[in-house]
T-cell receptor
């Protein structure tokens, strides 16, 4: 089944210790997104890739970086996690706007910072 | 940029009754309005969406209406069931590939 996969599902890290979250998709979608979601709040967009073009949100802290080495994979790097970065991180994909707008979410990675 | 407001923040209904969630948006250029359902600890799942050239769309017990003039859209769930209990998010898409989400509505269906 075509889908959006995130690994790991649960990640525990220490304060200040870099962590990488991964997302892969078999939908062959052009666009990949990273969202941060806290406590049933709305997902907050961190950045997205349109193919290889990186689009950062103005209020995304520099502590958050992303890489998209190919169409299928996208990574979220948190360089120095703080306690406030504990959250669910959701990856989503969509086709570009010429073909449709539907965003499909992965299951998320729950990050705990000790 | 786009701003989406969603009401109510919580909604408790008796099983079998209807539930209505309302959202307003600010950017008249917005042209796509999805609704997501998120159960506790799970991913947001797209349940229905509507484009700006359509006023209403229905899928079984779920319907969405759009009033472009007033810039608001609503989700209607009829004959609610306990499995409808979840957090529902509306969203709007203006130019580009980004969605702006509403703040969410926690729906509780009481048996």
């Amino acid at each position: 089944d075509a889908m959006v996969i995130q690994n790991p599902r649960y990640q525990v890290t220490q304060f200040g210790k870099p962590v990488t979250l991964s997302c892969s998709q078999t939908l062959n979608h052009n666009v990949m997104y990273w969202y941060q979601q806290k406590s049933s709040q709305a997902p907050k967009l961190l950045f997205h890739y349109y193919d290889k073009d990186f689009n950062n949100e103005a209020d995304t802290p520099d502590n958050f970086q992303s890489r998209r080495p190919n169409t299928s994979f996208c990574f979220l790097d948190i360089r120095s996690p703080g306690l406030g970065d504990a959250a669910m991180y959701l990856c989503a994909t969509s086709r570009d706007q010429r073909e449709g707008y539907k965003q499909f979410f992965g299951p998320g990675t729950r990050l705990t910072v000790l | 940029g786009e701003n989406v407001e969603q009401h109510p923040s919580t909604l408790s209904v008796q099983e079998g009754d209807s539930a209505v969630i309302k959202c307003t948006y600010s950017d008249s250029a917005s042209n796509y309005f999805p609704w997501y359902k998120q159960e506790l600890g799970k991913r947001p799942q797209l349940i229905i969406d509507i484009r700006s050239n359509v006023g209403e769309k229905k899928d079984q017990r779920i319907a969405v209406t759009l009033n472009k003039t007033a810039k608001h859209f609503s989700l209607h769930i009829t004959e609610t069931q306990p499995e409808d209990s979840a957090v529902y998010f509306c969203a709007a898409k203006a130019a580009g590939n980004k969605l702006t989400f509403g703040g969410g509505t926690r729906v509780l269906v009481k048996p």
